[in-house]
């Protein structure tokens, strides 16, 4: 195991939720006015009912952190129920009270120009202080995919057909899935202090096996994540098989 990398096997998903919750409150309290950056999705939903939770307990207070998200399809309204700023409303930051908050403009006339904000909002923060993170079957991390090479900077992206055919259970149809994102690119991501890597499930175990313990290779993304100097990884029961 390398030493920037922390590992937790936990039991069940309820188990890597609260976990992450913890360490990710435990940064929160040490830093309540730092830049935290958030990640959408399944898996880490858990994560964020537990933070609501533990606010309400009185355990941590979110209110004053300012808030990056890592990515947002385009093009998508905000209101729309399936973007990642209506999600984020939805599954922490109006519970929690988090007004700072910045995700990228799914509808943003220039994309790039879009992009090019984005990373200027994170660099005027002083960067993101932990960063949380899901990862896809194919390794990819934000909306970063497999590819020969990778973008550094937030960027206007193509999205993977496994992506989208994966991303299509929540659409109406696959055919309303968009095809594009804007995202953190890889640099973006390894300058965050702290990374919090959250996965679950069969179906992730493999990659999972790949991202620790693998070559380090564009191919999967999130082998990257072993250049960086702070890494904290929490999977389930099923997720961990293969380690």
Do not use: W
């Not at 959408?40 to 209110?63: D, E």
């Not at 998508?76 to 519970?95: C, G, R, V, W």
């Not at 993170?133 to 991390?141: D, Q």
Request: aromatic fraction near 6%; charge should be negative.
């Amino acid at each position: 195991m390398l030493k920037n990398l922390t590992l937790h096997k936990v039991t069940n998903y309820e188990a890597m939720s609260q976990k992450a919750a913890e360490i990710f409150a435990e940064a929160v309290n040490a830093n309540p006015t730092g830049s935290f950056g958030f990640a959408t999705g399944s898996t880490p939903i858990g994560m964020y009912k537990a933070l609501t939770q533990m606010q309400k307990n009185s355990q941590t207070n979110l209110s004053k952190i300012t808030a990056f998200n890592l990515d947002e399809y385009y093009p998508i309204k905000a209101n729309d129920p399936q973007s990642y700023a209506y999600f984020m409303a939805e599954h922490l930051f109006t519970e929690t009270g988090i007004t700072k908050s910045h995700i990228p403009n799914g509808e943003a006339k220039d994309p790039q120009a879009e992009c090019e904000a984005y990373e200027q909002k994170i660099s005027s923060t002083g960067g993101i202080d932990m960063q949380i993170l899901g990862i896809g079957t194919n390794g990819h991390i934000g909306f970063n995919e497999p590819a020969q090479n990778l973008l550094a900077t937030t960027s206007y992206v193509p999205l993977a057909e496994a992506t989208i055919e994966s991303n299509s259970r929540l659409f109406a149809s696959p055919d309303d899935v968009p095809r594009h994102a804007l995202t953190m690119g890889i640099h973006s991501i390894m300058m965050a202090k702290r990374i919090l890597l959250l996965a679950s499930g069969a179906s992730k175990a493999e990659i999972i096996r790949q991202t620790i313990y693998g070559p380090i290779t564009t191919q999967v993304p999130a082998s990257l994540l072993q250049l960086h100097q702070d890494v904290t990884i929490i999977v389930d029961s099923d997720a961990a098989k293969n380690l």
